[in-house]
Structures are given as structure tokens and as C-alpha cells.
């Protein structure tokens, strides 16, 4: 997945329309003081595509998204997977009371709805071929991991990998292949022994 635009309006500190062009970017770095909005950039390329954030820690809280004068508020991510070019948009309203919910969501591929509202995260897993939890854990790390990554100990990192990376399964795998070795040997010998 290459990110090549992405329209905030309404979300988090962005009140007003913004864009962040990417197209002819091959590497980018978002520099800026604390508070400008660095984070929310990322924030949105993410909740565009899964509908939440990680580090709001509930992926059913969508109230942060939202600009906290804003009613309405709009994110819009064209992609490209390969050599297609995809739209992703979530429409985000604040009702009288306050609460804060997702409207008109939609994936789109040359114009044509691909998938809309609450099927547009499971669309988007399936194109990607990355969860919710494999992309933020290997795509877009969040600033606390990063940090804690940066001041561990080389064991500590290592772990931290094996986290993001989701690569303990292995060991689970290795470890269930020996024991199913093993019972497999042990049939062997008792068939040996009986003949």
C-alpha cells in the first residue's frame, strides 16, 4: 500500500481542510513541533483505512477522531495496491447530544463502491492482506512502542520484534512439531517392539 493523498476535514486538529500530497514521495518524514499535527496525519491514514487509531486504546472510540468544534468531519485516502489506485473515505458527525459516530463509509476502486459502511474495514484487511493489528504493529508503529523500542535493552528489542512482527507463532508451530515427533516415534517403537 502507497499512500498518494490524503484530505483531512474535521479531524482531530485539522478544523479546516488540508491535504497532504505524497505522489511523487518515495520516502517522507512529518517534521514539525509538538502539536502541529504529525501524529494526526498518521492517525488518519489509519483510521481511514480501519476505522479507528491505536492510540485512542479502543478501537471502538471514534470521538477523538472528530475536531472538537467540528459537527462534520471528513477523511479521504487514495492508495495505490500495485498499479491500482483506490479511495478510502469515512465521514465522521457529532449528533446534539455529543456522540460521535462514522457515516458514509465507503471503499472505492475507479469510481465504482467496492464495499461501504461496515464492511469497508474487512474490504480494506482483505486488499492489504493486513489486519487492523498486523498494520499498526508493522506498518505504522505507534510513538509509545517506538520509544520504548529505542530505550530497551537488545533483549528487550528483540522481544518487542517478535511482537510487532508477529512472528511468535513459529515458536508455536516448532514447539507442536516436536511433540507431534515425538508421539510419532513413540507409535513407531511400540509397532517395532510388537512386531
Same mark, same amino acid.
Request: glycine fraction near 8%; include cysteine.
Given at each position: 500500500?502507497? /499512500?498518494?493523498r490524503?484530505?483531512?476535514?474535521g @479531524?482531530?486538529?485539522?478544523?479546516? /481542510? ?7 514521495? !518515495? @520516502? ?5 513541533? $509538538? +502539536? ?9 491514514? &489509519? ?6 487509531v ?13 475536531? /472538537? ?23 465522521? %458527525?457529532?449528533?446534539?447530544? +455529543?456522540?460521535? $459516530? ?6 472505492? *476502486? ?6 461501504? !459502511? +461496515?464492511?469497508?474495514?474487512?474490504a ?9 493489528? *498486523?498494520?499498526?504493529?508493522? &506498518? ?10 529505542? #530505550? ?25 512439531? %516436536? ?10 517403537e511400540?509397532?517395532? #517392539?510388537?512386531?
Amino acid at each position: 500500500m502507497r /499512500p498518494v493523498r490524503l484530505e483531512l476535514d474535521g @479531524f482531530g486538529s485539522f478544523r479546516q /481542510p488540508s491535504t497532504v500530497d505524497f505522489t511523487d514521495a !518515495d @520516502f517522507f518524514a512529518l517534521v514539525g513541533p $509538538t +502539536g502541529s499535527g504529525k501524529s494526526t496525519v498518521v492517525d488518519a491514514i &489509519v483510521f481511514a483505512l480501519y476505522g479507528s487509531v491505536p492510540r485512542w486504546d479502543d478501537r471502538r472510540a471514534v470521538g477523538w477522531a472528530l475536531a /472538537p468544534t467540528a459537527t462534520r468531519g471528513v477523511v479521504t485516502l487514495s492508495f495505490d495496491v500495485g498499479a491500482d489506485r483506490y479511495v478510502v473515505a469515512r465521514e465522521l %458527525r457529532r449528533s446534539a447530544q +455529543g456522540r460521535v $459516530t462514522v457515516k458514509n463509509a465507503r471503499l472505492e *476502486h475507479g469510481g465504482a463502491v467496492l464495499a461501504a !459502511d +461496515g464492511e469497508v474495514s474487512g474490504a480494506v484487511e482483505k486488499l492489504l492482506g493486513l489486519s487492523y493489528d *498486523h498494520f499498526v504493529r508493522c &506498518v505504522i508503529l505507534p510513538q509509545g512502542d517506538f520509544a520504548r523500542f529505542l #530505550h530497551s535493552s537488545p533483549k528487550e528489542r528483540q522481544d518487542t520484534l517478535v511482537d510487532l512482527l508477529g512472528i511468535r507463532i513459529y515458536r508455536e508451530v516448532a514447539t507442536r512439531a %516436536r511433540a507431534e515427533e515425538a508421539a510419532a516415534r513413540q507409535r513407531a517403537e511400540y509397532a517395532a #517392539h510388537r512386531l
